[in-house]
């Protein structure tokens, strides 16, 4: 890869995992606020600037990134194993990385980085990494099923022919984000499969995984534009192809219908971000999450800040529609139109810095 190109690779990976960290941490600190609560506090505008927590200072993350980084974690491992030969599949190893995230959700620091990872012979900078160790509201979804996946046993190689459950909450979409990020899978329909299989590790409806495929798509085209495609023809993409991938599902439709709507929205003069985001729904489950991150982010394509306070200032799951809107503006814009203020207080910055960086020096092999 020339130097021009890393720098290039960089700016956008960096953005995408800064952008979903800062749309969560925003949004954050109103996920589970009424609109009368969260426009009596913020005002008419809502929220448009961190609230920083008293002890740290920081904007916290919540476990949309906390699970993201844990994402890229695995996708690098399974990469890793892939160049030295071995036949490998990515969602085995974001499994394993799911559970060294579970770990930090019920061990103490002190305890949990004496263990080595799930990964066999993985290094974990995640797992050593004391802040992690925090529980910051994470979905019960996810915690059961990965209860029940530490017995090995339990694990499958096919998530999505065999479903662990029924749900299609949004924690799935929210953290899948580093799978479109890596291109080491030579076939894009074979990444976007792997992103579907990342969300049915915990969410085995369609409209939990399918979003999944989406998203991967767009972040994946947003970094890899080789036709120079816009945002627009991107999503289009990416919801024609998942329409293929996953031809003949019954839920389908309310996916395709959604994202449409979503950039129907988009599109429409003389109406205001919070009515139309009624109108895609509230972001708890996945598709709706989507969408409204789909909206947001082609409705101010040209101006991150903008897109992530439209995002979380709604009655909804405002940390994950904030994540997945950060993620596809940053992966669009690049780290480098990410106002700074946004920046320095940002829980885990450095770390997040650290993974976008370590994800591209690993497209290099
Ligand atoms: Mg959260």
Redesign the pocket.
Known sequence: MNAKRKVYLQDKTRGCLLGGAIG?ALG?AI?FDSEPRIFSRYGETGITEYRLEPYSGKALI???TQMTLFTAYGLMAADCRRRKGERVVPRDYITLAYLDWFRTQNMSFRNGSQLPSHIPGGESVLLATPELYSR??PGNTCLSALSRLTDEAERRPDYIAEPMNGSKGCGSVMRVAPVGLDSEFLDIKEMDWEAAQAGAITHGHPLGYMPCAVLAHIIHRLLFNEKSMSLKEIILEARDTTADLFAGNEYLPVLTDLIDLAVELAESEGTADLDNIHRLGEGWIAEEALAIAIYCALRHQEDFSAGIIASVNHKGDS??TGAITGNILGALLGADRIEEKWLRDLELKDVIISVADDMVNNLEG
């Open positions: 969560d954050y996920e919540s476990d949309d910051r509201a940390d994950s």
